[in-house]
C-alpha cells in the first residue's frame, strides 16, 4: 500500500473512534467507510514486469482512450492516452528502463481528463526517458477533475527500471505515453491495461531504425 493510504485511513479511524465516543456509534459509520475506501484506493499490488525486448509497457492502470500520432516539439510522436478512474490502482510507474533526462511540472487546469485539451492544458507532470536502447519516451501524469496532486519521486540523472514505480495521481487522472512513431503499437481504444505489465508497444531499437532509415533512403536513391 501506498504511505498515503495509513494517512488517510488512520486520519478516517480516529474521527470514528472519536464521534462514536462523543455522539453515537452510528455516526462513526460514515468516517470508517470512508477509511476503508482510502485504504483500498491506494494499494499498489504487486505486478509481473514483461521481459521481452522492446517492450513499452503501461505507466498506469486504466482504460485506453487515445492512440493517435502527434507532433511534440517539431517532432512527430505516437501517443497512447490512458484514462484512470477512481476505481484504479493510481501508482505509475515507468514505461521503460532508461535514465531520466528531464522533469517538467507545468502547471494548468482541470478539465475531465477524457477531453482531449485535457492532454496540453491541464496541470501535469512531464518526465523524458532515455531508453538503454537509444530511444526516448515521454510520459505525462496528468490531472482532472478530482486529482489535484501529482507525486514523481525520481530526479534527473536517476536510472530507472522498466516498471519501477516512481509516484502516483490522486483520485482520478490520465496519463499519456509518446514514443517514436516506428513504434508497434500493442493496444487499441477501449483494451483495458495494468501498470507495469501490459505492454503498450514494442519499440524498435535505435541502432535498428537508423540503418532502416539509412536502406529505405539509399533505396529510392537508386
Not at 492512440?67 to 492516452?81: C, K, L, P
Request: glycine fraction near 10%; proline fraction near 5%.
Amino acid at each position: 500500500m501506498v504511505r498515503d493510504g495509513y494517512y488517510y485511513g488512520l486520519g478516517f479511524m480516529v474521527v470514528a473512534i472519536l464521534l462514536g465516543w462523543l455522539t453515537r456509534p452510528a455516526w462513526g459509520a460514515i468516517p470508517l467507510l470512508l477509511a476503508a475506501f482510502f485504504l483500498w484506493f491506494f494499494r499498489d499490488p504487486d505486478r509481473t514486469i514483461p521481459a521481452e525486448p522492446g517492450a513499452l509497457v503501461s505507466p498506469a492502470d486504466g482504460k485506453i482512450t487515445d492512440t493517435s500520432m502527434v507532433t511534440v516539439d517539431g517532432q512527430q510522436r505516437a501517443r497512447i492516452s490512458i484514462f484512470l478512474n477512481v476505481f484504479n490502482v493510481h501508482v505509475n510507474r515507468s514505461p521503460i528502463a532508461g535514465v531520466v533526462r528531464e522533469v517538467r511540472y507545468q502547471r494548468g487546469k482541470y478539465l475531465n481528463a477524457m477531453d482531449e485539451a485535457s492532454a496540453e492544458q491541464n496541470e501535469q507532470n512531464v518526465v523524458t526517458v532515455q531508453g538503454e536502447d537509444g530511444q526516448t519516451v515521454i510520459f505525462k501524469q496528468i490531472a482532472g477533475l478530482l486529482a489535484r496532486r501529482i507525486v514523481f519521486h525520481p530526479r534527473i540523472g536517476d536510472r530507472l527500471e522498466r516498471g519501477q514505480r516512481v509516484g502516483l495521481i490522486k483520485f482520478g487522472s490520465r496519463t499519456d505515453v509518446l514514443c517514436e512513431p516506428s513504434a508497434h503499437l500493442q493496444v487499441k481504444v477501449g483494451d483495458h491495461v495494468r501498470g507495469g505489465a501490459s505492454v503498450l508497444a514494442t519499440l524498435q531499437p535505435k541502432g535498428e531504425l537508423s540503418e532502416a532509415v539509412h536502406s529505405s533512403s539509399a533505396g529510392r536513391a537508386r
